[in-house]
């Protein structure tokens, strides 16, 4: 059974809502798309929307396409929709109304840097393949029963279109146009919070009903000691602290892997801040980041953002302090809100390398979680480009140690 429906599209809580809900969610997603691709329509169409093959990227027109594709692939053309959780993934499918939608836009088989070299449509023609395919979404989901496993991957497709919609901004602030954002604003200095012992569950209970990515089931507890953590994210006042004792040029604080990582970036650019730093005042505390292609001069009071995982964790060596673990952020984010932990500004790099909780098992989409266990660490929070429906204190973000083009910043725990 489904519990009362959210109030608002805009809600966390959209990943318990009805039929109804849901269809409006959707189209909210789908505006919001369409409006981030006007802005690259507005940057790149002279351009034939060409931007250069880098690990972070992906070309604007496949970005755009695999949105339809993947609502195709898992509602329009799967016959096992109605079985959420226990879809078979390999089982056949209705063919697409794009007869090339799958050599174009499978991500699960279609290589990163291959990407570049497809003989795509153009905007026009993905945008209709969009809108087709957008419809018969719509039109399956009336007749949709109104019990979770049928909703399953309706909410997925929902929240898909949202990730994407930030991953078109942040890859805005790569290719450093504007995207018509505020950013986050200073925030007031609190102390640390003393965060009591306690039995924490982590995860998603099988009673508890609404959607969950596989990542956070099965819902399990732990027991988490008595911890000190910031209050909110690591500033630029602290960061330029670290800068200005030699933070970048001390091996000492950095493990191995970030050391070789801080040195490549050094050697190709010089680089001894976060990314898109252009100046930053060792002796003023002035930083100038370039934000959507313009430069900003950075308050002190303002969250640091675009730093790598290794930049993070060489900055808490040096304060001789250390990352959260996920579940300390989630016992704080739930205990302490209160008393003044604040987050959503930016994605928290945590100290947490991602797997799977103790009996995880993977669900259809099976390319979202298990490829990436061990190799990627864990985020917690959102960003400020983050729609407000994926803000959920139980959601687990995941990167690679060395990203540092997504809107991410982190805060400490005493040791």
């Known amino acids: 059974m489904l519990n009362k429906s959210p109030l608002s599209i805009d809600s966390p809580d959209m990943r318990r809502a009805g039929r109804d809900l849901l269809s409006l969610a959707l189209m909210d997603a789908r505006n919001h798309t369409l409006h981030l691709m006007g802005q690259y329509e507005k940057a790149l169409a002279a351009s034939h929307f060409e931007v250069p093959c880098l690990p972070e990227l992906n070309p604007p027109l496949w970005e755009l396409g695999h949105?339809?594709?993947f609502q195709e692939w898992w509602l329009g053309r799967n016959l096992q929709r109605h079985l959420g959780t226990a879809c078979e993934p390999s089982a056949?499918?209705?063919a697409s109304l794009a007869p090339h939608a799958d050599r174009w836009w499978d991500s699960g088989h279609v290589a990163h840097d291959n990407r570049w070299a497809l003989d795509l449509?153009?905007?026009?023609?993905?945008?209709?393949?969009?809108?087709?395919?957008?419809?018969?979404?719509l039109e399956l989901l009336e007749k949709a029963p109104e019990d979770d496993e049928a909703l399953y991957f309706y909410r997925l497709a929902l929240l898909h279109e949202d990730m994407h919609g930030e991953a078109l901004i942040y890859m805005a602030q790569t290719l450093g146009f504007p995207m018509g954002l505020s950013m986050p604003g200073p925030s007031p200095v609190r102390e640390p919070l003393l965060v009591p012992a306690t039995r924490w569950q982590l995860g998603h209970g099988a009673g508890q009903g609404g959607f969950s990515f596989d990542n956070e089931r099965?819902?399990?507890?732990?027991?988490?000691?008595?911890?000190?953590?910031?209050?909110?994210?690591?500033?630029?006042?602290?960061?330029?602290?670290?800068?200005?004792?030699?933070?970048?040029?001390?091996?000492?604080?950095?493990?191995?892997?970030?050391?070789q990582w801080v040195q490549d970036k050094a050697a190709?650019?010089?680089?001894?801040?976060?990314?898109y730093v252009d100046?930053?005042?060792?002796?003023?505390?002035?930083v100038m980041q370039t934000r959507f292609g313009t430069p900003k001069r950075m308050l002190g009071g303002q969250p640091v953002m675009h730093v790598s995982w290794w930049e993070a964790d060489a900055w808490c060596?040096?304060?001789?302090?250390?990352?959260?673990?996920?579940?300390?952020?989630?016992?704080?984010a739930f205990n302490?809100?209160?008393?003044?932990?604040?987050?959503g500004e930016v994605w928290e790099w945590t100290g947490t390398t991602f797997r799977g909780y103790p009996g995880f098992v993977a669900d259809p989409y099976r390319d979202y979680s298990e490829p990436w266990f061990g190799t990627h660490k864990v985020l917690r929070g959102a960003s400020f480009a983050t729609r407000a429906r994926m803000k959920n204190r139980k959601y687990r973000n995941f990167y690679l140690p060395g990203r540092d083009d997504i809107f991410v910043g982190f805060r400490s725990c005493a040791l």
């Not at 909110?232 to 050391?259: C, H, K, N, T």
């Not at 190709?268 to 990314?275: I, L, N, Q, Y």
Request: hydrophobic letters at 45%; proline letters at 6%; aromatic letters at 14%.
């Open 268 to 275: 190709g650019a010089g680089r001894r801040a976060p990314r």
């Open 336 to 343: 302490a809100a209160r008393r003044g932990f604040r987050w």
């Open 121 to 137: 449509p153009d905007l026009g023609g993905i945008k209709s393949y969009l809108l087709d395919t957008f419809e018969i979404t």
């Open 67 to 69: 949105i339809g594709w």
């Open 279 to 286: 100046q930053i005042g060792v002796a003023s505390g002035a």
């Open 92 to 94: 056949a499918r209705l």
């Open 317 to 332: 060596r040096w304060a001789g302090r250390r990352l959260p673990a996920e579940v300390e952020w989630e016992a704080a």
């Open 218 to 259: 099965p819902a399990y507890e732990v027991q988490v000691p008595e911890f000190e953590i910031d209050a909110q994210v690591v500033s630029w006042a602290q960061f330029v602290e670290f800068v200005d004792d030699g933070g970048y040029d001390r091996s000492e604080l950095w493990q191995p892997q970030g050391w």
